[in-house]
């Protein structure tokens, strides 16, 4: 059988119109190019409706052919398949069939798989992709929320040694110090692993030795071990977030996450998530839950009365503050007594 193409040697764009056969003993003959090859050595690619289809030779020469109904009879001739795709378009109910699964998948995901969908996303981002989020994220806060840090030195160097044994032989994590009027007293982990500790923050410890504050780091951590932020970003916009996903761009996701840090509140679950892991990270390092109890209580009373101006909103917006949660670390505490 001789089927009409256009070739491309590989060497130039320049294209060559020639005549392929396909012989009785498996052979592929382009004669006008001293072409003498088996059958199985080169690669027929699937068929799409009545586009071109693409012949790969080795060494790099290609021919593309619009025969596409003479390369299924080759293909049928000697014993290769069709591909599943044309299968499905060439018949009507599997077409229909195929469309209505589409639309269901996609309404899923869309709604009531949301979470599932955002987790699943989350869960397969590469590092490289977190870094570059992370770095997106981090910019638009310098521009527009954080400033430098007027911590003392000693303060930063005995909160950044909890640190230290808090995230160690575990390089990702890194700790910024900065101050944030405008934010208020808050900490805020980025996918990458970057942690924002704010000077408001610090500046309510009661406890001399940042206990407290340590164990709110230890809960940030947690929200980066399950991606949290990341995973609000994407069901916030999972639309958008998928076309990223698939594109590479990033900037979708990237946009989302400084509102979602700030100004979005996580889920209970979310929470729950990040306190456990707190707790257990605690006892690691053999601190007392009860100090992060304190300081949650702190703020929590002194919400009673805070308005919308007020510094206390940044960690009250993003991290709400529950009797539930308190408990649980009070819980902790008395186990460890």
Known sequence: MIIDALLYDGSSSKEHHVEIEFTPNRRVLIPSHNIDIALDDIRIESRLGNTMRVLNFPNGVRCKSS????????????????????????????????VFVTVGFVWFMLTAGASYTAKGIASVLPKNTLEDVSELTMNQLEDNY?????????????????????????????????????????????????????????????????RDIIGVLAHEKGHVVHRHSLRMAIKTGIAGV????????????????????????????????ADVYA???????????????????????????????????????????????????????????
């Open 279 to 337: 707790v257990s990270a605690l006892q690691d390092m053999n601190i007392s839950t009860q100090y992060i109890a304190n300081l949650f209580e702190t703020l929590a009373k002194e919400s009673e009365d805070v308005d919308d101006n007020s510094t206390l909103t940044g960690i009250l917006a993003s991290h709400p503050l529950t009797s539930d949660r308190i408990k649980f670390f009070k819980s902790y505490a008395e186990v460890k007594k």
């Open 67 to 98: 025969d596409n109904n003479q390369i299924d009879q080759v293909l049928k001739e000697f014993g290769l398949s069709k591909s599943k795709a044309y299968k499905i378009e060439s018949s009507w109910k599997l077409t229909v069939i195929s």
């Open 242 to 273: 998928l076309i990223g996903y698939i594109t590479g761009d990033v900037s979708v996701i990237a946009t989302a996450v400084p509102t979602i840090l700030i100004n979005s509140s996580y889920s209970r679950e979310f929470e729950h998530e």
């Open 146 to 210: 954080l400033k430098h840090t007027k911590l003392s030195d000693e303060k930063r160097e005995m909160i950044q040694n909890y640190f230290d044994r808090l995230t160690k032989n575990e390089e990702q994590y890194q700790l910024h110090f900065r101050s944030s009027p405008q934010i208020g007293p808050n900490a805020f982990a980025l996918p990458s692993g970057d942690i924002v500790l704010t000077d408001q923050l610090v500046d309510l410890s009661r406890d001399e030795k940042f």
